[in-house]
């Protein structure tokens, strides 16, 4: 059996993807990977420029876009890894990646999942690299900006978890989709990621169901990876907001409406829609410029699958 299958979703981003599989191919590892890229029916070139430049990539080519969390478990139905790999077309994996991740794994087989650390371009923390879950108490702190006022105050850090060293290792309740390091054993036992959720949150609840089944979640900055966010200045599309704020009322919706009264469900609700209203009329005071693009060497190549869905 493979040891790792790693898997990527393209969404008109070639570029981002094409530097994401060199520095993959370009690692040092003694497990063996194999590399499968869902194209979610990017209206670019990426598809020929991917089966071009890495004939070795397993190829899904979608007619559609599906989503995120779907595209992801169409990987996941043909992958034959020990350990399945969400990695964003947007990061850059370092040397050592997945050599010293896979050896964490292999150690603490009590962890269904682990994260490494994430960096931005600019050298700082990806905050969502380590998490608490979104509980009411949680969100309001992060929203109100009392989370961001008194960083290491724990009260007021339960979601971002500022409180805790970014270069010390320990057990956290969710990862970044971003990057997400899962043992297979663990996704029989759970599923795969949750359809409902198009592009956002599909983590936190993938995270929620593996800790609920009792496996240990964990954050380790032994490596780490770059994450190309395209920075904050960019202005979003609609769907992008909408789907953010949307995967914070599924979330809620789905693990925590039966356990809080009417009025703190009321409360949360009319949040969500006050920031999404709030985030539409800022965006549209943002200018409009293409994504951040890291640049990379190139890396060798050996023989492709396509698989049409």
């Not at 919706?253 to 039966?258: A, D, E, S, T, W």
């Amino acid at each position: 059996m493979i040891d790792l299958s790693i898997l990527i979703v393209n969404y008109n981003t070639r570029q981002l993807t094409v530097d994401c599989l060199q520095s993959v191919y370009a690692s040092r590892t003694a497990y063996t990977y194999e590399v499968i890229v869902i194209d979610n029916d990017s209206q670019d070139d990426s598809v020929a420029v991917i089966r071009k430049q890495f004939p070795q990539v397993t190829l899904i080519q979608n007619r559609e876009n599906t989503g995120f969390a779907k595209a992801n478990n169409q990987g996941m139905e043909i992958s034959e890894g020990r350990y399945l790999l969400l990695l964003n077309s947007d990061t850059l994996v370092q040397d050592d990646t997945l050599q010293v991740m896979l050896d964490f794994m292999e150690e603490r087989t009590d962890l269904g999942a682990s994260g490494c650390k994430v960096v931005l371009p600019d050298g700082g923390l990806d905050k969502a690299c380590k998490r608490g879950f979104p509980t009411p108490s949680a969100s309001f702190y992060y929203v109100s900006g009392l989370g961001r006022l008194f960083p290491q105050k724990r009260e007021f850090n339960q979601y971002q978890l500022g409180y805790l060293d970014p270069d010390q290792e320990y057990p956290v309740d969710c990862l970044v989709g971003a990057f997400m390091l899962v043992r297979r054993e663990t996704v029989q036992q759970v599923g795969g990621l949750d359809e409902t959720f198009f592009m956002y949150g599909e983590d936190i609840d993938w995270c929620y169901r593996i800790k609920a089944a009792g496996w240990g979640i964990h954050y380790t900055p032994r490596t780490q990876i770059v994450h190309y966010k395209g920075g904050s200045a960019r202005r979003r599309s609609f769907k992008i907001i909408y789907e953010f704020h949307r995967a914070m009322l599924l979330f809620h919706r789905k693990h925590y409406h039966k356990r809080y009264n009417l009025w703190i469900n009321g409360a949360v609700y009319l949040g969500i829609g006050l920031k999404m209203t709030l985030s539409l009329l800022l965006n549209r005071l943002k200018p409009s410029r293409p994504a951040l693009r890291p640049v990379t060497t190139a890396a060798p190549a050996p023989a492709a699958v396509e698989v049409e869905s």
